[in-house]
């Protein structure tokens, strides 16, 4: 299991599912409430609740395998938590008397599980264009704002070109995977072995790498901005968007269930004790 | 009507000591399909981005002469006005997509130009109809084969309704299947929209059929410019170091020794026909 | 020698590149291998210097299975020179650049320099040598990256789509090399679509599409045979076009380039005449 396969649980998956459609901000709420509940509770019952809870979105979502994969990688960073809370417990005898040897360590890597869940789900079912819209919707009346308290910023920011660089970064990612790729292969195809030698040799190993890739890199981002330009980047002053987000029925609701969720958990938290 | 006309056009890259282009005089009229070779480096990609601004206000150096598009002075009308009116495509596909759907791509210079969206949904339709990636329309650039990029580069530019599509070698980077589809989609903009285009090629097999006129430039000038069967059989255009049609060579070949056909052909089709006439008598 | 014996591989994003490809190349021969986009041309050949290793089947080099040696000692028998020359280029001169597999590959320095030197100057690159890789034209960066390659003598040459975005005097150039290496007894092999390019040169064709090889011949015939063509989506070179046309009138059917077609015609209206 490599890093990049852990990555995998992170990046966007198309597809039509009710968790699909929702309003990017609804479900940012939703993992968001999901994980500061998750740090308000350290009571393994509480815990369990919230870990279940965030499981028929991923089902819903149809992003099982990728979440799966993405568990799989959090799993051994769930260890360590457990790990350490089981050994600090048992070398302070004192604290054991809060809760049973094995339950606050299982309690802190589940509360861990659950938050790493919520945004996977959330990135996994969020499409970088939606993603996109909510940063461009709420960054420029934010800058607005933002620039009528402290005129000194006008100019120094530019939420649109934020937006554009973040979108375009996405979009760009497969690209710059392949380039990476080929140089390696080209490289290697001259002889150079990235897996041998010392330290310092396989440091400069790289080299032959990294100068291509660089170079490349600036070429596309000029001849973007040319592209960009030549299709009348910057004309008007409020650009306009083929897409806007529109809070539909269904956000409603989920938005309200999940606050309604919310405050419920926070009066059991505050006022009801859970015995484990 | 004359859409595009230079006079004395010269512009030097900062830092260069010599012109890119030199003393280009051009004039260009409304619906024309004007195709310009010339070997690498003869001033092809300087000339496009002198069409629509990109020199002098995105590339530094010193421009001398004149050049008017759409009877706008170059010079006095910013790179993002002018793309209104000049559709530039350039050479690399990858590198003019900039979202994550054909929709979104063809919407970008529309969204800059602040139009409203219903007016936005009709001219991104008509666009990506036009040049056939409707279908493709919710893909990703990296799930698109390279001649589909640049097809939805076409209509990216198409869509803000420009009069001249500049084509800077849009398909040196394709397989001959995708070349082909992109330069039908060029001959269909030219034919059925009466839009002007100006195409840079090397792969004058394909281009030529289509084009009405052609200009071959060598060291930043101009030095032939005509009807393209006159070009391409003209002893300059091989020795310049133009990749005329073989067809085109054929004909030279068979002139050398004596044989003569009654006109220059310029796709496989009129040399079966010619090569007939002769073979019959 | 190169030998692949019904290779299929999968990307490890389930993609099929290859599926049951079986292909022979003797030493001293000019092969192209030509097809769609996709059609699995790269996948194969990055099978001949070990960059990649076959899902199942087997490839070998000179009678040495490649899953067992390293991709460094394949390369120095099966030399591979990248369709992209910018992802390769990285050195602060031409010189640099010819050098940098050399040392790689642990030849002296005393050897280096005349490999440079020689190599330099058979690609006419010597007047670049102290210049940057990237002050230099499309065509003259190709030509390092080939250099870079040809600079320690592998057995076999691969080149990916040597034509893309040449002009029309870099290709007569790169035939030129091409016809010169062959001259030395290099094995090359072509990987392009450009059919006008190959016709000139005559090969022997390998024609792929859907990671099968589907057909396998001198290109006279292969690139005259309509049928097989289109499945792979590739046109017939003009000449070609032209000539089968004409079948029925006298003239010969697998002619392919200028200089042959001028040849039948003149004999076959010498032929008409007397």
Redesign the interface.
Same mark, same amino acid.
């Given at each position: 299991m490599s890093f990049l396969d852990v990555l995998e649980g992170l990046r966007f998956k198309k597809a039509s599912s009710p968790i699909h459609k929702l309003d990017p901000r609804v479900k940012f709420a939703l993992a968001l409430s999901l994980s500061t509940l998750a740090l308000a509770f350290k009571e393994l019952l509480a815990l369990i609740a919230l870990f279940t809870a965030h499981v028929p979105l991923i089902l819903l979502g149809g992003v099982i395998r990728q979440w799966a994969r993405m568990m799989k990688g959090a799993s051994l960073f769930a260890f360590f938590i457990f790990l350490t809370n089981f050994l600090f417990i048992h070398f302070h005898p004192g604290y054991a008397a809060l809760s049973p040897t094995f339950v606050l360590p299982i309690s802190m890597a589940l509360r861990f599980l659950t938050i790493v869940g919520a945004f996977s789900c959330f990135f996994l079912t969020t499409s970088p264009d939606d993603l996109g819209l909510a940063l461009e919707r709420h960054l420029v009346p934010f800058t607005k704002w933002l620039i009528e308290r402290v005129p000194r910023l006008k100019g120094a920011i530019d939420p649109y070109g934020l937006c554009f660089a973040f979108i375009a970064s996405v979009r760009f990612i497969p690209t710059m995977v392949e380039e990476a790729t080929s140089i390696v292969d080209a490289q290697r195809a001259r002889g150079l072995e990235l897996d041998r030698g010392g330290l310092l040799k396989r440091i400069r190993g790289y080299v032959p790498i990294l100068i291509p890739m660089v170079i490349n890199a600036l070429r596309r981002s000029d001849e973007l901005a040319e592209a960009m330009e030549s299709r009348a980047w910057g004309a008007v002053k409020e650009r306009t968007s083929l897409y806007e987000l529109r809070l539909k029925k269904g956000d409603a609701i989920v938005m309200a269930l999940t606050a309604l969720a919310f405050a419920i958990a926070v009066y059991v938290r505050i006022s009801i004790p859970i015995p484990l | 009507m004359t859409i595009i006309r230079a006079n004395g056009l010269t512009f030097t890259y900062s830092g260069q000591l010599r012109p890119a282009i030199e003393e280009v005089h051009l004039s260009i009229e409304e619906g024309e399909f004007v195709l310009i070779a010339g070997?690498?480096?003869c001033g092809k990609t300087t000339l496009c981005r002198c069409l629509?601004g990109?020199i002098p206000?995105?590339y530094e150096g010193e421009l001398k002469g004149d050049i008017f598009v759409t009877g706008l002075n170059v010079k006095d009308h910013s790179?993002?006005?002018l793309?209104?009116y000049v559709?530039?495509v350039?050479?690399?596909p990858?590198?003019?997509?900039? #979202?994550?759907?054909v929709?979104?791509d063809v #919407?970008?210079?529309?969204?800059?130009?602040?139009?409203?969206?219903s007016e936005?949904?009709e001219l991104?339709e008509w666009a990506m109809k036009a040049v056939g990636v409707y279908e493709l329309r919710d893909k990703?650039?990296?799930e698109l084969?390279?001649g589909q990029k640049q097809r939805v580069a076409i209509a990216?530019?198409l869509a803000?309704k420009p009069k001249v599509l500049v084509l800077d070698?849009p398909t040196?980077?394709l397989?001959?299947?995708?070349a082909?589809q992109v330069l039908e989609v060029v001959r269909k903009l030219n034919e059925e929209l009466n839009m002007t285009v100006v195409l840079v090629e090397?792969r004058l097999?394909l281009a030529v059929k289509y084009a009405t006129r052609a200009i071959v430039m060598n060291d930043g000038r101009i030095v032939l410019d005509g009807d393209p069967r006159d070009v391409l059989s003209s002893k300059e255009a091989i020795s310049i170091?133009?990749?005329v049609?073989?067809?085109v060579?054929?004909y030279r070949?068979?002139q050398e020794?004596g044989?003569t056909l009654s006109e220059v052909p310029i796709a496989?089709e009129e040399?079966?026909q010619l090569?007939?006439e002769?073979?019959?008598r | 020698m190169i030998e692949a014996k019904g290779v299929y591989f999968r990307y490890p994003n389930g993609v099929e590149a290859l599926r049951d490809a079986t292909i022979r190349i003797d030493d001293g021969e000019l092969v192209a291998i030509m097809g769609p986009n996709g059609a699995g041309k790269t996948t194969l050949v990055k099978h001949f210097n070990g960059l990649l290793k076959p899902t199942k089947g087997e490839v070998f080099v000179d009678g040495v299975n490649t899953k067992e040696v390293s991709i460094a000692s394949l390369a120095r028998k099966v030399g591979y020179v990248f369709q992209n020359p910018d992802h390769q280029l990285f050195c602060e001169s031409v010189e640099e650049e010819v050098a940098f597999a050399l040392r790689n590959f642990g030849f002296d320095e005393a050897e280096v320099e005349r490999r440079v030197t020689w190599v330099l100057e058979f690609f006419e690159l010597t007047p670049y040598k102290r210049k940057s890789p990237f002050t230099l034209s499309v065509g003259e960066r190709k030509r390092v990256t080939i250099a870079s390659i040809i600079a320690w003598n592998p057995k076999v040459i691969i080149l990916d789509e040597p034509t893309l975005g040449q002009d029309y005097f870099q290709k007569e150039k790169l035939r030129d090399f091409i016809l010169r290496l062959r001259k030395r007894g290099g094995t090359v092999v072509l990987v392009t679509h450009d059919v006008e390019f190959v016709s000139e040169l005559k090969p022997r064709i390998v024609l792929m599409a859907d990671g099968r090889v589907m057909a396998d011949g001198p290109a006279e015939s292969i690139l005259t045979d309509r049928a097989i063509l289109k499945e792979a989506s590739i046109f017939p070179p003009q000449i070609a076009q032209v000539f089968l046309e004409l079948v029925n009138v006298g003239l010969p059917k697998g002619v392919i380039n200028v200089e042959d077609a001028k040849g039948a015609l003149l004999r076959l209206l010498r032929s008409m005449r007397s």
């Open positions: - | 070997p690498s480096g629509n990109l206000h995105f790179i993002r006005e793309a209104r559709g530039m350039f050479q690399n990858e590198n003019q997509l900039f #979202a994550l759907s929709e979104k #919407a970008f210079g529309l969204e800059n130009l602040g139009l409203p969206r936005m949904m991104i990703a650039p990296y084969s390279g990216c530019v803000m070698e040196s980077s397989d001959p299947f995708g082909r090397h097999d170091g133009i990749d049609p073989k067809v060579k054929l070949a068979l020794v044989l496989a040399m079966v090569l007939q002769v073979l019959k | -």
